[in-house]
């Protein structure tokens, strides 16, 4: 069996839907055994969100976006599903807004908006859209059925971001398709707590839903469409020379999707990694092209890294002493403090004498983080063997990645060669112990040069070759 999770993007209009429509019913009269995950249609989702939030501050204005989530899906139905046809689909879609209706009134009533409520209430747009593809389907005369995953996937109550509850789930999946001959049109991104309360699961939560089914399924392979070719050794607004990937291991997409590329989510990686399932990146638009393959397998590969990801803003904060110099214990008490704090580390640099250590975060933690840390090293700074905590903002950060680099020499000097070439100063490098990543701070307004100059070193064939 394959498990396609169709995206956003990919549901984004009538003629979209249409063409997921046909790849499906083409994929079938091929006699492949599919199951198909769908995300909310479009910007749904962000409706949702926003009429949510103006509902819990009494701003009456959340009936209009309200209206527009009901007028773009009953369009939907009226463009793609006959005349004949539509009464059941429009029947039902208008009874799951009457209930969206009623949850956002009770939070502009209560002017309270839950963890919990707000979980419930974007689940609808995931509910829709499955409903209506599978109603699309059968227009189609393709034997489907609309399946609601909070029914198997079992969570913990962290709403937002919940815990999958594995035992629970994998065997709610695996009893419920020994029962079902009819295709699945699952829902995305949505769970259910032990007491059936709604849950969701956090960014790219449509993705981990197809991987959660194809691993408990042990499915051939687990397609993501969505509107890309796969995934490219560059961000292709910023490197107009990047080209599509053939093949990743899992490790590289993790490294590139924690570094800014639009991949696939780590999380949503495990499940597949687990069971060695390849996941395949498609695009929705141009669907015989073969896509990205993401598995256990290294290709074989003609350049030394593979790929070159980014985040376009960071900021660096270093804590520096020379009293920390052979000071057991303060780098753990550093990290402790963020963690408390809940902010996220992008990477790490320390000096080799202990002098400095710094690390990367989003833009908006690096006050949190300042903050965080002169109070846990409130003694240390006045007793000055911690002489100052600094921010450095308008930072960019580089990552280049490829399994290759553990055997290939010289990597780090051709990069900074490259860099050095093109004037652009780097402010901080990391890299692990792996050898899989080669980290690059540099300034913002650096970045697009920066990336050009590196793609340009590594990717040029001829240049290559001729090594």
């Given at each position: 069996m394959k498990i396609l999770k169709f995206g956003?993007?990919?549901?984004?209009?009538?003629?979209?839907?249409?063409?997921?429509?046909?790849?499906?019913?083409?994929?079938?009269?091929?006699?492949?055994?599919?199951?198909?995950?769908v995300s909310a249609f479009g910007g749904v989702t962000d409706l949702l969100i926003q009429a949510a939030k103006k509902a819990a501050i009494g701003d009456g204005r959340y009936s209009e976006l309200e209206q527009q989530i009901e007028d773009r899906h009953v369009h939907?139905?009226?463009?793609?599903?006959?005349?004949?046809?539509?009464?059941?689909?429009?029947?039902?879609?208008?009874?799951?807004?009457?209930?969206?209706h009623d949850v956002l009134h009770g939070v502009f009533l209560v002017r309270e908006?839950?963890?919990?409520?707000?979980?419930?209430?974007?689940?609808?747009?995931?509910?829709?859209?499955?409903?209506?593809?599978?109603?699309?389907?059968?227009?189609?005369?393709?034997?489907?059925?609309?399946?609601?995953?909070?029914?198997?996937?079992?969570?913990?109550?962290?709403?937002?971001?919940?815990?999958?509850?594995?035992?629970?789930?994998?065997?709610?999946?695996?009893?419920?398709?020994q029962k079902q001959n009819a295709?699945?049109?699952?829902?995305?991104?949505?769970?259910?707590?032990?007491?059936?309360?709604?849950?969701?699961?956090?960014?790219?939560?449509?993705?981990?839903?197809?991987?959660?089914?194809?691993?408990?399924?042990?499915?051939?392979?687990?397609?993501?469409?969505?509107?890309?070719?796969?995934?490219?050794?560059?961000?292709?607004?910023q490197v107009p020379e990047a080209f599509t990937l053939p093949r990743l291991t899992y490790e590289e997409a993790m490294e590139l999707s924690h570094f800014g590329a639009q991949v696939i989510h780590p999380r949503t990686m495990q499940p597949a990694l687990d069971k060695k399932i390849p996941i395949r990146i498609k695009n929705t638009l141009n669907a015989k092209h073969p896509g990205t393959v993401i598995s256990a397998q290294a290709n074989a590969w003609p350049y030394p890294i593979k790929a070159i990801s980014s985040l376009d803003a960071i900021a660096l904060v270093s804590v520096i002493g020379s009293g920390m110099?052979?000071?057991?214990?303060?780098?753990?008490?550093?990290?402790?403090?963020?963690?408390?704090?809940?902010?996220?580390?992008?990477?790490?640099?320390?000096?080799?004498?202990?002098?400095?250590?710094?690390?990367?975060?989003?833009?908006?933690?690096?006050?949190?983080?300042?903050?965080a840390l002169e109070r846990e090293l409130k003694l240390e700074l006045m007793e000055k063997t911690v002489n100052k905590i600094q921010v450095e903002n308008d930072l960019s950060?580089?990552?280049?990645?490829?399994?290759?680099?553990?055997?290939?020499?010289?990597?780090?000097?051709?990069?900074?060669?490259?860099?050095?070439?093109?004037?652009?100063?780097?402010?901080?490098?990391?890299?692990?112990?792996?050898?899989?990543?080669?980290?690059?701070?540099?300034?913002?307004?650096?970045?697009?040069a920066a990336l050009q100059a590196i793609h340009k070193e590594f990717f040029n064939l001829q240049q290559e070759t001729s090594r």
């Open positions: 956003g993007t990919s549901l984004e209009n009538a003629g979209r839907i249409d063409r997921v429509t046909t790849i499906i019913r083409n994929l079938l009269q091929s006699k492949e055994q599919i199951a198909v995950v939907l139905i009226r463009e793609l599903i006959t005349v004949q046809n539509q009464s059941h689909a429009l029947a039902h879609i208008i009874r799951q807004l009457n209930d969206l908006l839950s963890a919990r409520v707000l979980d419930f209430i974007m689940s609808f747009g995931e509910r829709l859209s499955a409903f209506i593809v599978a109603e699309v389907l059968k227009e189609k005369n393709i034997t489907a059925q609309f399946l609601d995953a909070r029914q198997l996937i079992k969570t913990n109550d962290r709403f937002g971001q919940a815990q999958v509850l594995w035992p629970d789930t994998l065997a709610n999946i695996q009893q419920y398709f295709l699945q049109v699952i829902t995305g991104f949505i769970a259910s707590t032990l007491k059936n309360e709604t849950t969701t699961l956090g960014r790219s939560g449509s993705d981990y839903t197809a991987s959660i089914i194809g691993a408990a399924l042990n499915a051939q392979e687990i397609q993501i469409w969505s509107d890309v070719n796969g995934v490219m050794t560059a961000d292709p607004r110099i052979g000071v057991t214990g303060i780098a753990g008490r550093i990290f402790t403090a963020l963690a408390r704090e809940g902010i996220n580390i992008i990477l790490i640099s320390q000096a080799s004498s202990e002098h400095s250590i710094c690390f990367g975060v989003l833009p908006a933690s690096a006050t949190p983080a300042r903050k950060v580089i990552a280049v990645v490829g399994e290759k680099m553990r055997r290939t020499r010289g990597i780090a000097g051709r990069a900074f060669s490259a860099l050095g070439h093109s004037g652009i100063n780097i402010v901080a490098i990391a890299q692990g112990s792996s050898e899989l990543n080669i980290s690059l701070v540099v300034e913002q307004k650096d970045l697009t």
